[in-house]
């Protein structure tokens, strides 16, 4: 079946740090990969997405690329902000839809 | 409207209750889904609603109950639960089923079972 791995966390940086959180996945067929975000208390919100191998989603200054060789999408973020702590779930799109992987927590500090 | 609404944010139920989520959106999204949420978990899938009809059961209990009145509407009826049913309940949708495209999730009703 389908499955994501993601990095167990929680990450603590400092602001402007550089971000990566790994994700890995396993699927028989050719899913859509994701990135969802969810702040305390609220629910998850679309953080970027791709839809095909290569492609590079990006949004407020998160990417990921869809590597079909290395089965990954790892996001990345060049400067981080104290705003940007949350919980990041990587999340496969296939049949079922949306498995997720465990969720990473991001603290970032002044 | 790019919202999906989900009634009540919290709700406090005993064992013997029946109660009952709602969860809407007017973006004429024809899959709809419940998701449950324990605390640090990820989400996991419940129930997806396909053009009105249920499509995928995830071997859920029968004390949940899904409901799908209208294209826009989706309830998840709740009776006799047990305490380890506390969680954060996660209503969202999206254009089809066929997924390449993303889920819109609402804010969740925080259940405590008592």
């Known amino acids: 079946g389908n499955s994501v791995t993601q990095m167990e966390g929680p990450v603590t940086l400092s602001e402007e740090a550089f971000l990566t959180i790994n994700c890995t996945y396993t699927?028989?067929?050719?899913?859509?990969l994701f990135w969802y975000v969810q702040y305390p208390g609220e629910g998850l919100q679309l953080l970027l997405k791709?839809?095909?191998?290569?492609d590079k989603g990006s949004n407020k200054g998160f990417e990921a690329t869809y590597r079909k060789e290395t089965t990954s999408f790892h996001l990345e973020k060049g400067s981080v902000q104290v705003s940007d702590s949350a919980v990041y779930f990587c999340?496969?799109?296939?049949?079922?839809?949306?498995?997720f992987g465990t969720g990473t927590r991001l603290q970032v500090t002044l | 409207d790019t919202e999906v609404t989900q009634t009540p944010k919290h709700l406090v139920m005993g064992m013997t209750n029946k109660k009952s989520l709602k969860c809407e959106q007017h973006?004429?999204?024809?899959?709809m889904y419940w998701y449950k949420q324990k605390a640090k978990k990820p989400p996991e899938l419940m129930f997806v609603?396909?053009?009105?009809?249920?499509?995928i059961n995830e071997s859920v209990p029968s004390r949940f109950s899904p409901e799908c009145p209208n294209s826009s509407l989706l309830n998840l009826h709740l009776h006799a639960l047990q305490p380890e049913d506390s969680a954060l309940y996660l209503c969202?949708?999206?254009?089809?089923?066929?997924?390449?495209?993303?889920?819109?999730f609402g804010q969740g009703t925080r259940l405590t079972v008592v």
């Open positions: 609603y396909s053009y009105e009809k249920l499509s």
């Open positions: 699927a028989t067929g050719y899913p859509s």
């Open positions: 973006m004429g999204h024809r899959a």
């Open positions: 791709a839809t095909k191998a290569d």
């Open positions: 969202a949708s999206s254009q089809e089923t066929v997924m390449n495209t993303e889920a819109f």
């Open positions: 999340a496969l799109s296939d049949n079922p839809p949306h498995t």
